[in-house]
Structures are given as C-alpha cells and as structure tokens.
C-alpha cells in the first residue's frame, strides 16, 4: 500500500548548505568521528570514572540523556533520524568491509505462524529488544557505572562480531534491539525526512522496499542513496501524526508483535511487575526477571483475547487484525515513558544531567539542577494523569478505527472489530494511571 499523498512539505535541499550537508560524502563519516569518540569515551567513563550514576559521564550519557531523551524525542517527532548519528552503525558499516560478507537470512515473506500468526526474521528484534531492556532495570545495569560499560562492551562486541560474518547491515536490519522499537514508533512522527522519489541505488535495507531515504520505515540513514543521487530532491514532509501506521507500505505482524511488547515492557511492566514481584517467592533479581516475562506474558495473552473477540464478532480476518489494530497501544506505551519519566525526569534533573555530560566533554556548563520551577513539574505530574492519557486514548483509537476502514465494509463492521481493542485500551490505561485505586 503506497503512502498517501503529502499535504505538506518543505524541500530541504533547496537550500545549498543542507543539501551540502545532506549529500556530500564526507558528512556523515566526520559526523561518526565524533560520535564514536564520544561513545568510546563513555564506555571508558563507566569503567573509570566515579561509580556514581548521576554524576558518571557514560551513566549520563548513556541512559540519563541518550536512551530515554534524545532517542524517544527524536524518535516521536522525526522518525529514524537517530540512525544517522549512530555510533553503532558507524562501527557496522566499518567493520563489514573486511568480514566474510554472509547473507543474513533476509525477511522475504513469513517464516513461521505462532498462534496463527505468521512471523518472520524480523521477530528478532523484538526478542533482542525483550532481552536488552530487562537487565537495564532488573538487573540494575542504570545504577551501576561499571555494569553500564559492561553493557555498552557486550553490545559493541556483538555488532563487532555480526558485522564480520554478515554483509549489508544485518545487525541494523535483524538485531540491533533499537531498530524494531524505531521502526514502529516513527509511524507517530509528525515528521520524515524522504527522498521525493525512488533513488535505485542499491540499499541494505532492500527487502523493506527503501530505495529512498527516509525517517519512516526501516532506512538505516546510511546515506548513500543521497550522496549517489545528489540530485534527487530532500524534503521534510508533514503529515498526520500516526497516518503512517494506518497507511503501511508493507504492514508485518512482527512488527505489530513489538508494539505489544513495547506496551508491555514499558506502561504495563511499570504497574503489573512490582505487583507480579511481591508475589514472586523468589529474592531479586530473580522476582523482578520473572515479573517483567509475566508482563510481557500478560500483554500479550490480553491483545491476543481481544483480537479473538473482535474478530469473532466482525469476522475480519484473524492476522490482519492482529498486525493492523497493535498500533491502537502504541501511543499510551510511548506517551507514558515521555509523559512519567522522560519529561519531568529532565525537568527535575535536566540541568544536572546536561553539566555532567558538557564537563565530560571539556566544556563547563553550570546549569540548575532543575530546568523547571515546583510549580510547573507540579502542574505537569497533574497533566500526566490526566489530559496525557486521554490523549493518549483518542489518538490510539483514531488510529485503530482509521485501521479498521482498510479491513472491513462497514462501519459497523469496523465498531465489532475495534470494539474489544477499545475497551482494553481504556480500562488498562485507567488501571496504569490509578485510577482503580493506588498502584504506585
Ligand atoms: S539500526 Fe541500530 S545500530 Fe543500526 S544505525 Fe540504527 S540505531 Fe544504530
Ligand atoms: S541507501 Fe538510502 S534508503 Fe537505503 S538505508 Fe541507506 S539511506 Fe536508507
């Protein structure tokens, strides 16, 4: 399914510094200088520097700035554009030149059907993603220094080590555990970054059906259809927030998997596994693990019965409705990380965050702890109770009943199918919130 036409769109590359910036060679490969020095430096930081996290600069840099602000943020509003900088990606495209150049079985059509489901390669990155998520918080990687740059070492040798066996990317395209997360959640963004036309230059992300860059889908930024095509126009589209989830060009149930679990892991897990751990026998860290699998266990069996009533009921189809109506969840779980943690965590210790991370660069900065008076964080923790979730609520309806249009014949055909959805959207969202009683 193509994508809808634009309603907006300004044409970056009219103007001649970001075409430069946009098109010329070197760019990106002077960017990566300074964001692998800035990574190799921060993995070092953790190691060396003070076992504190609010004041170690690989503790800040990784997870206090990078990880929850500046991927969610730029993840919401510009799509894939954190691609570019990576320095991950850098360290793939580098090392592959010299590896063994392997096929990575690569997603051509489904592979296997779990639950009537049919999954694919893709679904790695949903595991990958379980797996890299749950000993940040569990294990309690976020509070110790020295444990962060055992992280980042890990994560780093096995880049290292996909890249020397397989060629175009794969660790971007099947394991990096960010990629699936991106993919999904740039259908929220307000905002791509696309080439106007198919480029043909060949692209490692070529079964997706991305001959042209772009912050939606699963481009990787890796730049090459712009500097091979310096002619071929640059815009920045705007659209509706989530269209692009009701509009997929290639709509997978992997993917629509991974929506589940972000739903799981990141609203549901914050409720249901402290409960789920008070009830584990178990000491830490091993109730806490189990928790986080009853989470995810709970999300999904919860999506699973309501795409069962709601097909029942409507008689659309089992797997299109299960990998359509995923993205009903996928605002509240994106817009409780932004809206509970991310947001006042940098309105609190915004300031605080931002001087560690300028010192450690040799810059002295000297900002207030907080970036926001009483007053205002005060005024948001009401918002976040209350306006943010509705909105969260109506825009994860809008675009599951926009979604249901694609599948059935009549609205009332489309209400049968979205109904059960609906109302477990709701009624999780009132429990996460609070409102059935104190939870937190
Ligand atoms: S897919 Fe992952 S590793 Fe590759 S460039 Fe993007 S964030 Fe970095
Ligand atoms: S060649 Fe273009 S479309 Fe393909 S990954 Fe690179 S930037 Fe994206």
New binding site residues.
Partial sequence: MGQPEREWHLTLTDNRPIQFLLTNRYVQPAVHVVTVSIFAWAIWSAFMGPQNPDTNFGSVAFFGLWWSSVMLISLVVLGRVW?YFCPMGAIVRFTQRFGLKRHFPMFTGPNARVFGISLSVISITAITFLFARMPMYKLGVVFSPRLIGYYFLSFTTLTVGVSLVFQR?AF?RYICPATGVMSVTSKLSPFEIR?ESE?G??????EYQ?????TDR?????????T?QPDEDVGLRVRWPGIAAVHQRIPLADEALLVIILWAVFPVDHVLGDHAAALVPLGEPWSDVIAYSVSVGAAIGAYLGANALGTWWSSVDWEASFTRFAYAYLPFSIMYMLGNHVIPGLMEEGGALLNVFFRGIGVPLALPEALASPSTIATWEWVSVTIWPLIAILWGVAIVWYSAKFLTKSDQQAIKAIAPHVVLLVVSTAWIIGLFGPLH
């Fill in positions: 691609c990317q971007c080439q480029t230059v060949p692209c490692a992300t070529l991305s001959e042209y860059l772009s699963r481009c990787v930024s890796c730049m090459k259809c712009t091979q």
